[in-house]
């Protein structure tokens, strides 16, 4: 059996920081409220004329770095984003060729929050498939450019950021190291919860962020529990096998809510909120990054992966580290 193992992650941050109390001069809001609400406490925003394919190529250099690949090695790269530098070309062909991987397959993912998951689906698939040996996936996002920052219910939420990870073919690998399996799903009879308004066929121009909270709320604990449990009961599985939930990082009270209906404690979930908002499709790539890099996520754990976003979409991916 061929399984994608990860053999890397990497992640970018912008330099900027943009605290609750910062907000708090510009919208009716505080650091209490965002905090009771949330579980954030800042985030990260792009400079001026930084664009998500610059926080994407950061992030590839330092999952390339980190798993010892060269980007001539790369059979295959796909990143997951909403916010693209340009309608077309794909993101990923401007990475691609700053990274120096002329020819290298490249495109663009796109479900929002989900799009990593995605994206690693997809990747995946290509290495089972024998058409990839090595992959690079990335999240990357600049959700701040979409933003109404005079909208307290979401410009309080959203962050920039990006990371990635290195994906390598093994046949039979030890300890059935890698990706297990990947779920996803789409409904898009939900479209009015969470959209952007405008587009390229519609107004023409990119507008804002929309979003009913409360409704996305309560979709969001029932989606990400049930494709949770899908993920485990596809490999005989129970919850406490789990070494660590990476969950999306939309809100505290989610994750929370979650975890409860899995019967997961809190020591097995990683949580990055805080620090990062939610940064959509770099997400869960950022909170897998932090935990590996600080020693949690350990060779051999059992890793799962969830997200929900606009569309509605939704997925998880279980792997072995």
């Known amino acids: 059996m061929t399984r994608s193992v990860f053999i890397g992650c990497g992640a970018y941050l912008p330099e900027r920081v943009v605290t609750n109390e910062e907000l708090a001069h510009k919208v009716d809001t505080s650091d209490e409220w965002i905090v009771e609400r949330t579980g954030i406490r800042r985030r990260h925003v792009a400079a001026e004329g930084e664009m998500t394919s610059d926080l994407a190529y950061a992030a590839a250099r330092d999952a390339l770095a980190n798993a010892g690949v060269k980007p001539a090695d790369l059979d295959l790269i796909v990143l997951a984003t909403a916010t693209p ?18 020819g290298t397959p490249a495109f663009d993912v796109q479900a929002v929050c989900t799009g990593f998951i995605y994206a690693l689906a997809v990747a ?33 939420l959203f962050g920039d950021g990006a990371g990635a990870v290195v994906l390598r073919a093994e046949v039979d ?21 969470l959209y952007v308004d405008g587009g390229p066929s519609s107004t023409r121009t990119t507008g804002y962020l929309r979003m009913r909270g409360r409704e996305v709320f309560r979709h969001a604990v029932v989606n990400l529990a049930q494709v949770v449990n899908e993920a485990l009961e ?31 404690p809190p020591e097995k979930i990683v ?39 606009g569309g509605f979409t939704w997925g998880s991916a279980l792997a072995r580290w």
């Not at 290495?127 to 990357?140: C, E, H, K, N």
């Not at 070494?243 to 975890?259: E, G």
């Not at 908002?277 to 909170?287: D, H, I, Q």
Request: proline residues 4%; contains cysteine.
């Open 234 to 264: 596809a490999n005989d599985l129970e919850a406490d096998a789990i070494d660590w939930l990476v969950p999306h990082q939309a809100n505290k009270r989610i994750i929370d809510f979650t975890a409860r209906k899995l019967c997961l």
């Open 85 to 102: 530098d340009e309608t077309f070309p794909a993101t990923a062909t401007t990475v691609q060729a700053r990274l120096g991987a002329p």
């Open 173 to 193: 690998p030890d300890n059935d190291r890698g990706i297990l399996s990947t779920h996803l799903h789409a409904d898009g009879r939900q479209h009015d919860m």
């Open 271 to 309: 949580l990055t909120v805080e620090e990062h908002g939610n940064t959509s499709a770099a997400s869960v790539p950022l909170a897998l990054n932090t935990a590996v890099g600080d020693g949690r996520i350990k060779r051999g754990d059992l890793v799962l992966m969830e997200a929900m976003g």
């Open 124 to 156: 995946d698939n290509f290495v089972r498939a024998g058409q990839a040996t090595t992959a690079l996936v990335i999240g990357a996002e600049t959700f701040s450019r979409i933003l109404d920052w005079e909208d307290r219910t979401t410009c309080v």
